[in-house]
Nanobody, 117 residues
Framework: QVQLVESGGGLVQPGGSLRLSCAAS????????MSWYRQAPGKQRELVAG???????NYLDSVKGRFTISRDNTKNSVYLQMNNLRPEDTAVYYC???????????WGQGTQVTVSS
């Protein structure tokens, strides 16, 4: 099994910044992708950013230039630096890990990000 623990959400004013962290533990081996998704009330979950070792990160168009995803393979961790936050970024953010050898995806419990004045 794989466990994901997220942290870093909270309430921030428009234009502010937050940094989300996700640490993975358990049966992690081989090639694996790490991503951040979000789900706003009444909307479908969407991919915000993803990163695989050796591959350029990909981003949702609306966050390009504002969000940066990074990973630390020594800690099996992924981070999402979010700058210039907007009210429309308000959502629950979920960490996701895809382990290629297991053909399985795992989810964190989610962390709330609220952007409001």
């Amino acid at each position: 099994q794989v466990q994901l623990v997220e942290s870093g959400g909270g309430l921030v004013q428009p234009g502010g910044s937050l940094r989300l962290s996700c640490a993975a533990s358990g049966n992690i081996f081989g090639s694996f992708a790490m991503s951040w998704y979000r789900q706003a009330p009444g909307k479908q979950r969407e991919l915000v950013a993803g990163v695989t070792s050796g591959v350029r990160p990909n981003y949702l168009d609306s966050v390009k230039g504002r969000f940066t995803i990074s990973r630390d393979n020594t800690k099996n961790s992924v981070y999402l630096q979010m700058n210039n936050l907007r009210p429309e970024d308000t959502a629950v953010y979920y960490c996701n890990v895809w382990i290629a050898a297991l053909k399985s995806a795992y989810w964190g419990q989610g962390t709330q990000v609220t952007v409001s004045s």
